[in-house]
């Protein structure tokens, strides 16, 4: 009886061991199951075309890890939730992420309402998220849980008046909208523009879903004293508004704006001609052909700095040899520079990545690369 007494204690202890050694930082039993990583992504509505190229990219990624042979000798795969536009359906995605589906492992959200909306929440679950098109230093800065790696807006905005100043505009007016990404990037184009000795004679912020910009439209082309037009809006179909109904009434200046796509574009239907912007959208020309050939259409804002993300979070998880959150926002905080498919990535020390823009003009319908 003693004998057997003793080995039950034994087996348990064996047990008890083995169970504590293979549980993961989910909390499960890391007995080769899948790593799950979280797409908390703009999937429907006017927008959605942002959450579509990321999860392209994101799907890119995954295909290339696992076809490396994984993360530790494991699968991984995603899951993916709607955002919408709207804060209070991103913070139900990430719930339903983080609660339901148990994910510690988040890329997303694609905009800053969004994005800030969730900061407490993130340092609450200890979930490590990392946004591949998030503008605001405010959301990587609030906690070290959360990283960027699409540089910040306000870095486009200040090259942008440098742009503007430097082909002799003086005197502007810009179109933005009641946004607090938008709000960002016009506080900081005009706080640059007016250092360097330009004037901004007229400020015009919509709301995000109007329809008829022409009422304040008018008082540009009623001041003949503007030079330029400065558009902070991207992303939104507030942009098409403001580029189709300009040229409407005769509004012939010449128009710069950042963070624009082809999607926007397009839907310009030729109003857009002539535009010139600055976009951090830098991918490498082997993945952007990539990108073309898997998808059949060209690479958006997202796509690449989406890749970049996945690929960051499987060397983190590699390198620790470790899926606790912990372990890994350390180790993504340590990353001082990554060469990944959206370019260079350089940290800026407080958990965000900047990197070379790129300056486009439309001509003929399509975005080419300029030198000025």
């Not at 057997?4 to 080769?32: E, M, P, R, S």
């Not at 990624?61 to 042979?69: E, F, P, V």
């Not at 184009?189 to 400020?203: A, P, T, V």
């Not at 059949?296 to 700095?305: K, L, M, P």
Request: hydrophobic share 40%; glycine share 8%; with cysteine.
């Amino acid at each position: 009886m003693k004998k057997t007494y003793v080995l039950i204690i034994v087996i348990a202890l064996v047990v008890l061991t083995t169970g504590v050694f293979f549980t993961n930082g989910f909390g499960k039993q890391d007995n080769g199951e899948d790593i799950v990583i979280g797409g908390a992504l703009i999937l429907s509505g006017d927008a959605a075309s942002w959450g579509e190229t990321t999860k392209n990219g994101m799907e890119l990624a995954i295909k290339d890890i696992n076809a490396s042979g994984g993360i530790n000798g494991r699968k991984l795969v995603a899951k993916y939730e709607d955002t919408q536009i709207s804060p209070v359906s991103t913070i139900s995605a990430f719930n339903k992420l983080t609660d339901s589906d148990q994910v510690k492992f988040i890329i997303g959200t694609n905009w800053s309402n969004q994005g800030l909306a969730l900061t407490d929440l993130i340092a609450q679950k200890k979930a490590v998220v990392i946004s591949p098109t998030l503008g605001v230093k405010e959301f990587n800065e609030a906690n070290p849980y959360i990283f960027n790696t699409y540089p910040h807006d306000f870095i486009l905005s200040r090259d942008m008046a440098d742009l503007v100043y430097k082909k002799g505009h003086r005197n502007v007016a810009i179109i933005g909208a009641n946004d607090v990404w938008v709000k960002d990037q016009t506080k900081n184009f005009s706080e640059r523009f007016i250092e360097l000795g330009g004037k901004i004679s007229f400020l015009y912020e919509p709301n995000v879903d109007e329809k008829d910009i022409r009422t304040g439209a008018m008082k540009i082309k009623q001041d003949p004293s503007i030079d330029g037009i400065i558009v902070t809006v991207a992303g939104y179909s507030l942009f098409d508004v403001i580029m189709t109904q300009i040229k409407d009434i005769g509004i012939n200046q010449p128009v710069f704006a950042e963070n624009t796509d082809n999607t926007l574009i397009a839907n310009c239907k030729g109003a857009c001609e002539g535009l010139t912007f600055l976009v951090s959208l830098t991918p490498t020309k082997e993945f952007e052909e990539r990108y073309k050939a898997t998808y059949n259409r060209d690479i958006q804002i997202g796509a690449d700095s989406a890749y970049d993300s996945v690929m960051m979070i499987a060397q983190a998880m590699k390198a620790t040899k470790s899926t606790d959150p912990d372990k890994v926002k350390d180790y993504l905080a340590s990353i001082k520079e990554y060469n990944g498919m959206s370019g260079p990535l350089k940290s800026d020390g407080q958990r965000a990545f900047t990197k070379p823009y790129v300056i486009k003009k439309v001509v003929e319908g399509k975005a080419v690369t300029v030198k000025e």
